[in-house]
């Protein structure tokens, strides 16, 4: 039976695949894909990267992949799994999370943690700047009214251009549609005020 590394490495050359170009499809370093071809695996930072890059390179050369990697697995098989982080109950005693949980603080029922103690005086800094807030815009003079300006109006001309003289065109164009004041601003000083 030929090894993981034969048959990767005799399906590439039948299919007149370079390496550089399998490395450039997949990916994959090249230095990687020569591991996989001589069954080396030690270069790999962790199993999970053999399985998978084995299962894609086997698909690329249209290899079955399961076959290889079952294979893979009887010969190499994955390593122990070791916890992350091992807490020791020394550890775990002296942890202020777990001291707050399992030892309370104070007999008195009404004691408070720092933590909580944080909150409280966060929250009544919130509902101060709030209240301040409140009283400001309250205490806030309404702003000034616009100043009252009659909109004029003017009738319709009429728009028969049959009846028209040329003198009729010399005339102002008269208009029904209101005029607004050309300044709403009650920063304007009318001109009768003004020094």
């Not at 034969?6 to 591991?35: C, N």
């Not at 030892?103 to 009404?110: E, F, L, V």
């Not at 300006?149 to 003017?154: D, G, I, L, M, Q």
Request: with cysteine; charged share 20%; hydrophobic share 35%.
């Amino acid at each position: 039976m030929a090894s993981i590394g034969e048959t990767l490495r005799e399906a590439r050359k039948k299919k007149g695949i370079s390496e550089e170009a399998a490395s450039k499809t997949l990916k994959i370093k090249i230095e990687r894909l020569r591991d996989l071809e001589e069954d080396k695996y030690d270069g790999f930072p962790a199993y999970v990267y053999i399985r998978s890059f084995l299962r894609h390179y086997a698909e690329y050369l249209g290899l079955e992949s399961a076959p290889l990697i079952q294979q893979f697995s009887e010969q190499v098989p994955a390593p122990e799994q070791k916890a992350v982080f091992e807490i020791t109950e020394d550890q775990r005693s002296r942890s202020p999370i777990q001291r707050h949980v399992s030892m309370p603080t104070s007999s008195s029922p009404m004691s408070v943690s720092s933590t909580g103690k944080t909150v409280l005086i966060a929250s009544i800094a919130v509902l101060g700047v709030a209240g301040a807030c409140a009283y400001w815009i309250l205490k806030m003079p309404p702003p000034a009214a616009l100043p009252a300006t009659p909109v004029e109006t003017v009738p319709a001309a009429t728009t028969n251009a049959s009846s028209h003289s040329s003198s009729d065109w010399d005339a102002p164009v008269q208009s029904s549609v209101p005029v607004a004041p050309l300044s709403l601003s009650s920063n304007v000083v009318p001109e009768a005020r003004r020094p």
